[in-house]
């Protein structure tokens, strides 16, 4: 069996990280730690895509893509108390009031829509991660955060339920 070949700036990198946690607190580490798993589950993501797509797609990240989303955003609200859809690019998720309640403050309490975005995506990879995975975000600037933030203000006021 051949030894695997180690890559030098892998190696280096590693080093480097192993380095740099010594100097962060705990709030740091859990950061770094929760950023980790988004880069893992994006790097799923592109494989999984890679796989779907077969030989002949040229590997371009669409969720790093700055053209509009293919597939539409939307919210169905029944209003009854229960579950909330959640339509995002390719994703369906279910939502709970509280959870809507929660994004529909950060689109309106933020000083700006970009920081807004920044908001948005943070609490779900926070809480959520399963929505960013499946809606295949993989950063604040993507299209269909930014397309979420205009369906929930379109959608709801501040003062929702």
């Known amino acids: 069996m051949k030894p695997k070949k180690v890559n030098a700036d892998?190696?280096?990198?590693?080093k480097e990280l192993r380095e740099a946690v010594k100097d962060l607190d705990e709030k740091g580490l859990l950061f770094?730690?929760?950023?980790?798993?988004?880069?893992?589950?994006n790097s799923r993501i592109d494989k999984i895509?890679?796989?779907e797509q077969g030989p002949g797609h040229d590997g371009a990240d669409d969720r790093l893509?700055?053209?509009p989303p293919k597939d539409p955003v939307s919210i169905e609200d029944p209003k009854n108390g229960k579950a909330?859809?959640?339509?995002l690019g390719p994703a369906r998720k279910v939502l709970t009031p509280e959870e809507m309640k929660r994004l529909v403050r950060i689109c309106y309490g933020a000083e700006s829509k970009g920081e807004a975005l920044r908001r948005l995506f943070t609490v779900l990879v926070r809480e959520?991660?399963?929505?960013?995975?499946d809606a295949r975000i993989g950063?604040?600037?993507?299209?269909l955060l930014d397309e979420l933030f205009t369906v929930v203000r379109a959608s709801y006021r501040l003062d929702y339920r």
């Open 10 to 14: 892998r190696v280096k990198l590693e």
């Open 128 to 133: 959520r991660k399963d929505i960013l995975a």
């Open 32 to 41: 770094l730690l929760r950023q980790a798993h988004v880069l893992i589950s």
């Open 65 to 67: 893509s700055s053209s």
């Open 84 to 87: 909330i859809f959640l339509n």
């Open 49 to 51: 895509n890679e796989h």
């Open 139 to 143: 950063n604040p600037d993507n299209p």
